[in-house]
């Protein structure tokens, strides 16, 4: 029988190629309902094309819009955080893939963990903020969360059949970005096109900003923290710009086990959806008789601050990675439209930190509290960004 799939963020750079997947596997799977935000244009077309049950936007205002790019085909629509709840935790439906950018996913994701999903995860800023109810809830619920991030996919696929206790470390490797091998003094005067143009990988706009500031792999650490229940001092990066092995995991012997493959997201979504089997697809594939180089290096943390200060948040633990994610989300979105210099996001994020710290929030915060932090964060880094010639040096 066909595995019911609700996917989150389906007109999304993950969502469309979770799509590509189920179009390779035609018989294998069944969208049960697909979750977006804005853009009800390519929901439409999707919903056309795989007839999905349930729809879900982010706001109602544009629900009769929708239903006429529908062209007579009548799911069910609904809307916001609630609806996409609603959706990831359809009685029919065996499979929830979150690939909905920020903290947004947090509730969706829990509620298709609370009714026993399999949840394939994308949305890593849902672990980042919420790990500590995400992972007891996982357990509690007997839910296997499956990786869809290529590093944490490759050290999930390393880690079939090793012992946890001889685990020594995970090596999260980094391309690096579009400004690897830049001076500090360099970021000060690159632009918006400069950070979008990444080496390797084609992706959203948030993470490809993120992965330019390499908050990205900060957000990864704080993840694999959460996955692979490892502590920080055990979770290494190291950059690799060819971005051909995507993990490492070392043992206790050590033995380096690595997973190598292309740059091509589909791979990970394919595993994590038909996990543990590795099917063969049409997918191109690695020749490493094609000139592969593995090249590493050290991370430059003066160039990337981003992410000493996530294993700092990480460490520190509580609502703290809540607070650094929200920051980043704010900052990254109004450096996206054009309003703040690519050095200024970090400056806002590291703000937002220094507050938190002068304020007095629960130290085991719950789902309530987390959600309160995410929102004061996003307050403070909004703040900042108006009060921007104070603490920004001027925008
Ligand atoms: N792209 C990659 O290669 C990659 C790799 C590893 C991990 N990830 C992670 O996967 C997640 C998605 O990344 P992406 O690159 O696919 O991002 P993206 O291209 O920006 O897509 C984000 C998706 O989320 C939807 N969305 C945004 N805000 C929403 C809201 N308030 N309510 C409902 N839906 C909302 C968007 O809908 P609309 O566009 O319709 O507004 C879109 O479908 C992120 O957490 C990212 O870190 C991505």
Same mark, same amino acid.
């Given at each position: 029988?066909?595995?019911?799939?609700?996917?989150? =963020?389906?007109?999304?750079?993950?969502?469309?190629?979770?799509?590509?997947?189920? +179009?390779?596997?035609?018989?294998?799977?069944?969208? &049960?309902?697909?979750?977006?935000?804005?853009?009800?244009?390519?929901?439409?077309?999707?919903?056309?094309?795989?007839?999905?049950?349930?729809?879900?936007? +982010?706001?109602?205002?544009?629900?009769?819009?929708?239903?006429?790019?529908?062209?007579?085909?009548?799911?069910?629509?609904?809307?916001?955080?609630?609806?996409?709840?609603?959706?990831?935790?359809?009685?029919?439906?065996? %499979?929830?893939?979150?690939?909905?950018?920020?903290?947004? =996913?947090? &509730?969706?994701?829990?509620?298709?963990?609370?009714?026993?999903? !399999?949840?394939?995860?994308?949305?890593?800023?849902?672990?980042?903020?919420?790990?500590?109810? $995400?992972?007891?809830?996982?357990?509690?619920?007997?839910?296997? $969360?499956?990786?869809?991030?290529? @590093?944490?996919?490759?050290?999930?696929?390393?880690?079939?059949?090793?012992?946890?206790? +001889?685990?020594?470390?995970?090596?999260?490797?980094?391309?690096?970005?579009?400004? !690897?091998?830049?001076?500090? @003094?360099?970021?000060?005067?690159?632009?918006?096109?400069?950070?979008?143009?990444?080496?390797?990988?084609?992706? =959203?706009?948030?993470?490809?900003?993120?992965?330019?500031?390499?908050?990205?792999?900060?957000? &990864?650490?704080?993840?694999?923290?959460?996955?692979?229940? /490892?502590?920080?001092?055990?979770?290494?990066?190291?950059?690799?710009?060819?971005?051909?092995?995507?993990? %490492?995991?070392?043992?206790?012997?050590?033995?380096?086990? #690595?997973?190598?493959?292309?740059?091509?997201?589909?791979?990970?979504?394919?595993?994590?959806?038909?996990?543990?089997?590795?099917?063969?697809?049409?997918?191109?594939?690695?020749? /490493? /008789?094609?000139?592969?180089?593995?090249?590493?290096?050290?991370?430059?943390? *003066?160039?990337?601050?981003?992410?000493? /200060?996530?294993?700092?948040?990480?460490?520190?633990?509580?609502?703290?990675?809540?607070?650094?994610?929200? #920051?980043?989300?704010?900052?990254?979105?109004?450096?996206?439209?054009? *309003?703040?210099?690519?050095? +200024?996001?970090?400056?806002?994020?590291?703000?937002?930190?220094?507050?938190?710290?002068?304020?007095?929030?629960?130290?085991?915060?719950?789902?309530?509290?987390?959600?309160?932090?995410?929102?004061?964060?996003?307050?403070?880094?909004? &703040?900042?960004?108006?009060?921007?010639? *104070?603490?920004?040096?001027?925008?």
């Amino acid at each position: 029988m066909a595995i019911k799939i609700t996917l989150l =963020g389906s007109t999304g750079s993950i969502g469309r190629q979770t799509l590509e997947v189920v +179009d390779e596997f035609p018989e294998l799977f069944k969208v &049960e309902a697909l979750a977006a935000g804005s853009n009800i244009r390519l929901l439409a077309e999707q919903a056309r094309k795989y007839r999905p049950s349930y729809l879900v936007i +982010d706001s109602a205002h544009r629900i009769a819009k929708l239903q006429e790019l529908l062209s007579g085909i009548k799911p069910t629509v609904l809307t916001g955080i609630e609806g996409m709840k609603e959706v990831a935790a359809l009685p029919e439906v065996d %499979l929830v893939l979150t690939a909905v950018v920020g903290a947004v =996913g947090i &509730e969706p994701t829990l509620a298709a963990i609370n009714a026993g999903k !399999r949840v394939a995860l994308a949305n890593k800023e849902t672990l980042v903020a919420a790990g500590s109810i $995400i992972m007891p809830a996982a357990l509690r619920n007997n839910v296997k $969360i499956i990786p869809v991030d290529s @590093e944490h996919s490759a050290i999930f696929q390393c880690l079939q059949g090793v012992s946890p206790g +001889d685990v020594e470390r995970l090596v999260l490797t980094a391309s690096g970005g579009p400004f !690897r091998g830049y001076r500090p @003094e360099d970021l000060e005067k690159v632009t918006l096109e400069q950070a979008l143009n990444h080496p390797n990988w084609d992706m =959203g706009g948030k993470i490809t900003i993120d992965s330019a500031t390499m908050f990205n792999k900060g957000l &990864e650490i704080i993840e694999a923290h959460w996955l692979f229940g /490892l502590e920080f001092d055990r979770i290494d990066v190291v950059i690799h710009p060819e971005s051909i092995i995507h993990s %490492l995991v070392v043992l206790a012997d050590g033995s380096h086990l #690595a997973q190598m493959g292309l740059c091509d997201m589909r791979l990970p979504i394919q595993y994590a959806l038909t996990y543990p089997k590795h099917l063969p697809n049409s997918f191109p594939k690695l020749d /490493l /008789l094609k000139g592969a180089q593995l090249n590493f290096q050290p991370v430059d943390s *003066k160039l990337f601050p981003a992410i000493e /200060l996530a294993y700092q948040a990480g460490r520190f633990g509580g609502s703290l990675p809540a607070a650094l994610n929200a #920051a980043n989300e704010e900052a990254v979105k109004t450096f996206l439209k054009g *309003k703040i210099r690519f050095v +200024d996001i970090i400056r806002v994020v590291s703000e937002v930190v220094a507050r938190y710290h002068r304020e007095s929030f629960a130290a085991a915060p719950d789902l309530e509290e987390i959600l309160a932090v995410d929102s004061w964060a996003r307050l403070q880094a909004n &703040e900042i960004i108006e009060q921007g010639r *104070k603490f920004l040096g001027g925008i």
